[in-house]
């Protein structure tokens, strides 16, 4: 996220980054697919509440990270939000990720996957359900994803733009698979998201020479 936070601060922004539980430095036992991540961003959320009203709070949020935001069952206001790539239901992703990896015999494993979720981390696949909890997130909703990616496939992604609530907008990037799409495609992307910020936050910054 760091090449986003970059332009955002050039553009004027604040810009918190979130290291979420059982990545980067932060503890924690086991990457939770967005479950206990929820937490941290309902954490960080209420840190710049302190700071800035709704209005002027935006954000962005890529794959696992996506899902945790639209999982959180505490989730304080924003004013716009941007999902990456984000995966519609847990079984999806593990049947999409198992067929790259292991052709079609892979999805079969996925079912067992599932099966390890609630001895091993507490949780089941009803819980990892960020498609469900699309439409009650009570923000602009701006889904992008890439029009080659195999892991959150376009229909997926598709699927989840007609699950979230209005106003909404979808950006398939064209030859994207599951990658960086801010790298990708780096200046229609900036172009994008500083179009839709100046959109719907309050008293859009001016960039900075």
């Given at each position: 996220m760091l090449s986003r936070a970059q332009f955002?601060?050039?553009?004027?922004?604040?810009?918190l980054l979130i290291d979420l539980q059982s990545h980067g430095e932060s503890n924690g036992k086991h990457i939770t697919f967005g479950y206990l991540e929820s937490r941290d961003v309902?954490?960080?959320l209420e840190l710049l509440g302190k700071e800035f009203?709704?209005?002027?709070?935006?954000?962005?949020?890529?794959?696992?990270?996506?899902?945790?935001?639209?999982?959180a069952k505490e989730r304080p206001a924003v004013s716009a939000v941007v999902l990456e790539s984000m995966y519609p239901t847990i079984d999806q992703a593990l049947s999409n990720r198992l067929r790259?990896?292991?052709g079609s015999f892979g999805p079969v494993l996925a079912t067992l996957f599932e099966m390890l979720?609630?001895?091993?981390?507490g949780i089941t696949a009803d819980?990892?359900?960020?498609?469900?909890?699309?439409?009650?997130?009570?923000?602009?909703?701006?889904?992008?994803?890439g029009s080659s990616d195999e892991h959150t496939?376009?229909?997926?992604?598709?699927?989840i733009f007609a699950a979230a609530s209005q106003p909404k907008e979808l950006w398939l990037v064209p030859g994207a698979?599951?990658?960086?799409?801010?790298?990708?495609?780096?200046?229609?992307?900036?172009?994008?998201?500083?179009?839709y910020f100046a959109r719907y936050l309050h008293s859009p910054p001016r960039r900075r020479r």
């Open positions: 955002l601060h050039q553009a004027g922004y604040t810009v309902s954490g960080a009203s709704a209005d002027r709070i935006g954000v962005i949020a890529e794959s696992m990270g996506a899902a945790a935001f639209v999982l790259l990896h292991l979720l609630q001895p091993r981390l819980d990892l359900r960020p498609i469900d909890r699309v439409g009650d997130v009570d923000a602009p909703v701006f889904i992008i994803a496939t376009p229909q997926e992604s598709a699927a698979a599951h990658v960086n799409l801010h790298d990708f495609a780096k200046e229609e992307y900036e172009r994008k998201i500083l179009e």
